[in-house]
Nanobody, 121 residues
Framework: VQLAESGGGSVQSGGSLRLSCVAS?????????MAWFRQAPGKEREEVAA???????VYLNSVKGRFTASRDSALNTLYLQMNSLKPEDTAMYHC???????????????RGQGTQVTVST
């Protein structure tokens, strides 16, 4: 499994960014879950959103209504649309993947290198 994130950058407060994560899965075959995590310097890692094998999405409370996670299964790509960004959203964002049982709150076997998001006032 290989994961490659893109789409990070620097924006002003209130701005938007769209992150992408392309998954290359050669084995095992079958459905899998994907998620977005973030970690800021000196802070604990947070699970931002996770999509399970049924397509259901669970969000971190602080991003509900602002972030939308979606998945294009044909392209093996996970997205995170981030609107109304705040300085406290500044972090390195990583995507993750795992096979069932999986979902929000589970441990994640595979993680990408991450893409930096910086929100200025």
């Amino acid at each position: 499994v290989q994961l490659a994130e893109s789409g990070g950058g620097s924006v002003q407060s209130g701005g938007s960014l769209r992150l992408s994560c392309v998954a290359s899965v050669t084995y095992p075959p079958g459905p899998y879950c994907m998620a977005w995590f973030r970690q800021a310097p000196g802070k604990e890692r947070e699970e931002v959103a996770a999509i399970n094998t049924d397509g259901n999405v669970v969000y971190l409370n602080s991003v509900k209504g602002r972030f939308t996670a979606s998945r294009d299964s044909a392209l093996n790509t996970l997205y995170l649309q981030m609107n109304s960004l705040k300085p406290e959203d500044t972090a390195m964002y990583h995507c993750a993947l795992d096979f069932p049982p999986c979902g929000y709150g589970f441990s994640w076997e595979y993680r990408g290198q991450g893409t930096q998001v910086t929100v200025s006032t």
